[in-house]
């Protein structure tokens, strides 16, 4: 699930390099041998279940030829225009052959980092299979997404997955016609596809027969040394929890603490990166005490956890204890993804029973709680694979990380598996050191009630929008009784939670909503460090009903937006500073030292 993605510019075998012996390819064959047979075993034993489901795949397209078919005519007319488009590509090689400067039919898009080698454009015969590709990718995207008599769940299926087909068979995937890779196999004499093909399998057997592609060098990371090295302790811990109080950076401190809910589907620690880019060390030099729930990594144990745990053991218990350790009847709450919608649900239901007054304000940041247009990632919810999810969840109880990471992966594919698959097995080269990838590859896993819960309610029957239309431990809860001042941050190139999606919750809190735009995606418009200068946001202290009316209007300002929210937030902090609290002292001692030990189980290591 990340925006940002390192160049691959480690070095591959020397050319130099002694030949293998014959016998590493025996090795190589056996190992990869074993790891598919444990990966027929699993199954085998989870019933064949994969997502996606091939099932629901192969119905979707099925059902799309059958209305292609029945419209002969409009399928003639687009053949046609393919083949005047390659008319087109022969008439201007022919020319360039001859000599002449010519433009091409068709470019890649904007950022299109596939074909960025200059060989794509200078060497008249790969021009031509780049060229090709994009041709017919370009119609066969058209052709699928101009289907009519579909339903908009099948349109959204088969444009995805026509997306998907369409960059694997990219020409910069293979390599006979790749000209990095063919250079990188002549100046190595293969050494780079022996070296990838030890890759893949490492890959393999780290997946246990599927393949898990190494997005960054997990070895050079460690928690606590060199990633989520903000200083704090552990003050308090419960089932699905630990919460972290971090130690104080500055002399006097607002006196209203600020407690950050992350999603549960990835680590906290997206937030505390290396503290060049931590947004909770630089919260905590902004003067204020800040908590930090810390989610288990749930096994079986857990699968009977709902939504209502999650709320009740999350968020309720975190805020009495930050405001017992501070002294305060009132915190600042930040919830980021689902955590955020959990923060709504929370703030909704407090309100419910006339007990939001221990909350002072709300951020949102990159938050659905409206999911009528969430994106593509509904791409994988409707009533058939949502049942299909739950018989899975109900015979593991748990969905597996690992599927969540391929769903997150896939909405990116070109950057978050196709770039890799090059790197790694057509390049040989290993993966650099990169943060950001490391928390991405960091997936947990969802106790079966409270992510069957959280699929149905929120994205498949959107219920959270309906007043009353979801109950939680009790009380049937309406957003619209928020009335705590909100800071709404989306991001507009967000990929997970759309920012026009977001934007809804503007017209449904009822208290003041200051709404604010950052640039880039579901991560690095969110962890953006003013030091780093990059990216802008857009505000508009003006209303509007239409996301689209509001940005036509809205203020282009350079840099980060947590400026901006810090001054904001200084409005909510509870007035004149006052002297520090340690982690530890007081009513909650300290159990351990941050980033505690709930983070530092990993999904690959739980079976």
């Known amino acids: 699930m990340s925006d940002d993605t390192p160049s691959k510019t480690t070095g591959i075998v020397a050319p130099g390099e002694t030949e293998r012996p014959s016998g590493e390819w025996a090795d190589l064959m056996v190992r990869a041998s074993k790891a598919m047979e444990a990966f027929?075993?699993?199954?085998?034993?989870?019933?064949g279940f994969t997502i996606p489901d091939p099932g629901v795949v192969g119905h979707a397209f099925l059902e799309a030829w059958s209305k292609l078919v029945a419209n002969p005519e409009k399928l003639a007319e687009?053949?046609?225009?393919?083949?005047?488009?390659?008319?087109a590509l022969m008439e201007t090689t022919s020319r360039r052959l001859k000599g002449e400067a010519v433009q091409p039919v068709v470019e890649p898009d904007k950022g299109d980092r596939r074909f960025s080698d200059d060989d794509w454009t200078s060497n008249v015969l790969f021009d031509v299979v780049k060229q090709s590709y994009l041709i017919t990718a370009r119609w066969t995207r058209q052709i699928v997404h101009d289907i009519e008599g579909l339903d908009a769940?099948?349109?959204?299926?088969?444009?995805?997955?026509?997306?998907?087909?369409?960059?694997?068979?990219?020409?910069?995937?293979?390599?006979?016609?790749?000209?990095?890779?063919?250079?990188?196999?002549?100046?190595?004499?293969?050494q780079n596809l022996l070296q990838g093909l030890r890759n893949l399998v490492d890959d393999l057997e780290k997946g246990e027969g599927r393949i898990t592609i190494s997005m960054t060098d997990t070895s050079a990371f460690e928690l606590g040394r060199n990633v989520a090295v903000t200083p704090g302790k552990v003050v308090y811990q419960n089932d699905l929890m630990q919460l972290i109080q971090y130690a104080p950076s500055t002399d006097t401190v607002r006196p209203r603490p600020l407690l950050i809910v992350p999603p549960w589907i990835n680590k906290y620690y997206v937030l505390d990166l290396k503290?060049?880019?931590?947004?909770?060390?630089?919260?905590?030099?902004?003067g204020n005490t800040?908590?930090?729930?810390?989610?288990?990594?749930?096994?079986?144990?857990?699968?009977?956890?709902?939504?209502?745990?999650?709320?009740?053991?999350?968020?309720?218990?975190?805020?009495?204890?930050?405001?017992?350790?501070?002294?305060?009847?009132?915190?600042n709450l930040v919830g980021y993804c689902i955590g955020g919608t959990l923060t709504a649900c929370t703030l909704a239901?407090?309100?419910?029973?006339?007990?939001?007054?221990?909350?002072?304000?709300?951020?949102?940041?990159?938050?659905?709680?409206?999911?009528?247009d969430a994106g593509e990632l509904k791409v994988f919810i409707d009533e058939e694979q949502v049942a299909l999810l739950e018989r899975h969840m109900e015979q593991k109880g748990y969905l597996e990380g690992s599927h969540m990471a391929t769903v997150f992966n896939m909405l990116r594919d070109n950057d978050l598996i196709w770039s890799f698959v090059v790197n790694n097995y057509l390049l040989g080269r290993s993966p650099l050191p990169f943060d950001l990838l490391y928390w991405n590859s960091d997936a947990t896993r969802m106790p079966v009630m409270m992510h069957g819960f959280y699929l149905r309610n929120m994205y498949l029957d959107n219920l959270l929008v309906q007043p009353d239309g979801v109950t939680l431990a009790g009380r049937?809860?309406?957003?619209?009784?928020?009335?705590?001042?909100?800071?709404?941050?989306?991001?507009?190139?967000?990929?997970?939670?759309?920012?026009?999606?977001?934007?809804?919750?503007?017209?449904?809190?009822?208290g003041p909503v200051r709404f604010v735009l950052a640039a880039s995606g579901h991560i690095a418009g969110?962890?953006?460090?003013?030091?780093?200068?990059?990216?802008?946001?857009?505000?508009?202290?003006?209303?509007?009903?239409?996301?689209?009316?509001?940005?036509?209007?809205?203020?282009?300002?350079?840099?980060?937006?947590?400026?901006?929210?810090?001054?904001?937030?200084?409005r909510h902090g509870g007035g004149k500073r006052v002297d520090v609290v340690t982690p530890g002292d007081g009513p909650y001692p300290a159990i351990e030292e941050a980033p505690g030990s709930y983070v530092k189980v990993r999904f690959e290591a739980m079976g």
């Open 275 to 286: 503290p060049k880019n931590s947004f909770i060390k630089w919260a905590v030099g902004q």
């Open 526 to 570: 969110v962890v953006n460090p003013p030091a780093r200068n990059k990216y802008c946001h857009w505000t508009n202290n003006r209303k509007y009903k239409s996301p689209d009316r509001w940005l036509e209007s809205a203020v282009r300002r350079d840099g980060s937006w947590w400026p901006d929210w810090d001054r904001w937030l200084d």
């Open 290 to 331: 800040v908590f930090v729930i810390s989610w288990i990594n749930p096994d079986k144990q857990l699968s009977h956890k709902t939504f209502d745990d999650y709320m009740i053991e999350g968020p309720l218990a975190a805020m009495d204890v930050a405001r017992e350790i501070t002294g305060t009847d009132k915190v």
């Open 476 to 510: 049937a809860i309406d957003l619209r009784r928020i009335t705590v001042p909100a800071y709404v941050l989306s991001a507009r190139e967000d990929h997970i939670a759309p920012w026009e999606a977001t934007f809804a919750a503007t017209r449904l809190y009822t």
């Open 40 to 47: 027929w075993s699993s199954q085998a034993e989870n019933g």
């Open 153 to 190: 769940r099948t349109v959204r299926k088969v444009d995805f997955y026509t997306r998907q087909f369409v960059n694997a068979v990219s020409p910069s995937n293979f390599v006979p016609t790749n000209p990095r890779v063919l250079k990188a196999t002549v100046e190595s004499g293969g």
């Open 349 to 372: 239901w407090l309100a419910a029973g006339g007990e939001d007054g221990c909350v002072a304000s709300a951020t949102f940041l990159a938050t659905l709680v409206d999911f009528e």
């Open 78 to 87: 687009a053949q046609t225009a393919l083949a005047q488009d390659y008319l």
